[in-house]
């Protein structure tokens, strides 16, 4: 049997009127009624408030004509929809039918997530990002096969170069590239010996009690993740209001910047190159500050655009478990 659903709202005579017209259409059309008052649920208050009454039946809306001929016209052909979809065997509105008279374990889960998932992403995100940070600790206490159990989880998520990373417990927090030109501060040919890199020691280098110990992610991989978490707590911070970034300030800002210093890092991690192209090492200042404005932006970037399609969802379901409730208790 069809199914309409009519919000209303306290001391509204508009609802009680579209109430009394369907009490009478219900004499001669075949439809279940359920009567849903927005005050007693705050996520469906916020969505209809001012709009009551308004009628859901099927994939049919009625907010502002709520004549007897208009429900009569959209009720009827919302029933001659359900008849016709059954009478084709439609299964997929079939299971949808059933569905809607459950509300089951993967609902359940389904509206904790909606409610939750801002907090999971921050949870994970802290636990990415400190994981890392984790592993030179460990090594620095002889904790040796924890230590490198992260190291190697991180290792095919980030090159782990010693010279684009942050050193703990050390002389210096980074020992860069002398290509870098950072003076001051003992490069990584200095470190090792070595005047041509060899990309997969300095993958390999962890460090010692001297030099200090490696973090798991590069420099600008700390700034990316860090940055996304910090957005993220700001935007829980903000009852989740802050309106998603446009997509051309997201490239403008946070693509093209981190490709540009990235980039054009690569020529200098060749061996043999041709005279004239130009070989640069960026440092950690450049790397924290491109990571970072990438990190931000993206999180800026989806984040809002999760949270609405999460609140969609949480409606959804809450209007479902309400309605379910409502049946349960009549």
Known sequence: MVKVIIYIEDNCEKCLQAIAVLE?????????????????????????EGKTPFIKVGPYKIS????????????????DRDRQL?????????????????????????????????????????????LPFLAPVL????????????????????????????????????????????????????????????????????????????????????????????????????????????WVVWVLIGLIPIGIDGFSQLPGLASALPAWLPIRESNPLLRTITGALMGFTTSWFLFPLLEESMRETRLVLIEKLSALNKRTSS
């Open 24 to 48: 009478k259409l219900q004499k001669e059309l075949k439809f279940e009624v359920q009567v849903i008052n927005i005050n007693e649920t705050i996520a469906i208050k916020n969505v209809y």
């Open 64 to 79: 502002n004509d709520m004549s007897e001929a208009k429900l009569r016209m959209t009720i009827g052909a919302a029933i």
């Open 86 to 130: 059954t009478d084709v065997g439609d299964e997929l509105y079939q299971r949808r039918r059933e569905n809607a008279t459950i509300f089951n374990n993967s609902d359940h889960f389904m509206l904790w997530l909606s409610k939750n998932h801002i907090w999971l992403i921050n949870f994970m995100l802290l636990l990415y990002v400190g």
């Open 139 to 246: 090594a620095k206490y002889e904790l040796n096969l924890p230590a490198k159990v992260i190291y190697t989880i991180y290792r095919p998520l980030c090159h782990q170069l010693a010279f684009r990373s942050w050193f703990l417990f050390g002389e210096q927090l980074y020992y860069p590239r002398s290509l870098a030109e950072i003076s001051g501060v003992i490069s990584y040919e200095q470190l090792t010996g070595e005047n041509e890199i060899n990309i997969k020691a300095a993958q390999q280098f962890i460090g010692n009690e001297v030099v200090g110990y490696k973090v798991a992610l590069c420099q600008r991989d700390v700034a990316l993740w860090g940055s996304m978490l910090l957005f993220g707590l700001i935007f829980v911070l903000s009852g989740k209001r802050i309106r998603s970034l446009h």
